[in-house]
């Protein structure tokens, strides 16, 4: 209808006014938190360098700057400065595992990459076919969880009371994913790796949502000693990871977005609950028939449940 349309109208470029100012207050917090830290941060490599100067004069500056260019090289190259020659090999079979995995999961920490030809052009490839199937797996396993989600409010469904088993079996998926996801794994991170555990819920979150900023990742650290299967395991978490967050991104998406579309688009309660008589002269509206669950919405918009798959 043309009520609908122009509503539709208006929610659009409200939800790109949100979406924009959303970012804009994420960039003055972000600046407002870090850009004292990072000046510091600099001001005191400037002075740690004046001092290493000062104790060494044998090197002037310029050798000194030809010197940190190195260490940054082998850094953007995967290599870490503080190892030695008797490390672990950054591109192993187990590290080589869980670098093929950030690539068809796009997680991309950015701590390694290849640096052959050879491997830059495999890798283009292999991320365009990885990553389309990397995502239909997710789909698959994501329905997969669905479906147990389902049969979990089927098991303890009782006449009259949907909406609570609705309620109750979505609480039950949340709570054990975010145990096994979230909570659980941070305490083996800050067991092996040495983190805080608001560090290793950092980590999990960061890489679940396939942000990846790479400032932490599991099995770098050159003085600690990983058994083989570390990192091929924690793979392998970030899989399963990665489909049970991104199912509660949809809902929460499709939850934000139901919860949007009502708030700017309320139909006509007094059709949906019986308005009173008209007067004579007025013309008869067409009556619109509402369904039990378009009532419910228009009752308690949140309370809406989520759509069964068939």
Not at 65 to 87: C, D, H, Y
Request: net charge positive; charged share 15%.
């Amino acid at each position: 209808s043309i009520s609908a349309l122009t509503c539709k109208c208006i929610w659009t470029p409200l939800l790109v006014l949100g979406y924009l100012f959303y970012l804009l207050l994420g960039a003055m917090v972000f600046q407002l938190l870090e850009k004292q830290a990072e000046t510091h941060s600099r001001d005191q490599f400037h002075l740690e360098k004046l001092k290493f100067l000062q104790n060494y004069t044998c090197l002037d500056r310029q050798a000194l700057e030809q010197f940190i260019q190195v260490l940054m090289e082998a850094w953007e190259k995967g290599v870490n400065p503080e190892r030695n020659s008797t490390n672990t090999s950054n591109w192993d079979f187990s590290n080589s595992f869980f670098f093929a995995g950030t690539v068809v999961t796009t997680i991309g920490y950015g701590n390694r990459s290849p640096s052959t030809v050879a491997g830059q052009v495999f890798c283009v490839f292999y991320a365009l076919f990885g990553v389309p199937l990397n995502l239909a797996f997710l789909n698959q396993l994501r329905k997969a969880l669905n479906a147990h989600l389902i049969t979990l409010e089927r098991c303890v469904q009782k006449p009259g009371h949907d909406q609570v088993v609705q309620r109750l079996a979505v609480a039950v998926f949340l709570t054990a994913g975010t145990l096994l996801f979230l909570v659980f794994p941070p305490l083996v991170f800050s067991y092996v790796e040495g983190w805080s555990y608001g560090e290793g819920f950092y980590f999990t979150f960061i890489t679940l949502s396939t942000i990846g900023f790479g400032d932490y990742v599991v099995g770098t650290n050159p003085k600690k000693h990983y058994i083989p299967l570390y990192r091929s395991l924690t793979a392998i978490w970030i899989v399963f990871g990665l489909a049970w967050l991104a199912l509660v991104f949809n809902v929460g998406a499709d939850l934000m977005e139901k919860f949007l579309q009502l708030k700017w688009h309320k139909p006509d309660l007094s059709l949906a609950e019986g308005a009173p008589a008209k007067l004579e002269d007025e013309p008869k509206q067409p009556r619109i028939h509402l369904s039990k669950v378009h009532r419910a919405v228009l009752r308690d918009p949140l309370s809406f449940p989520i759509r069964k798959q068939r």
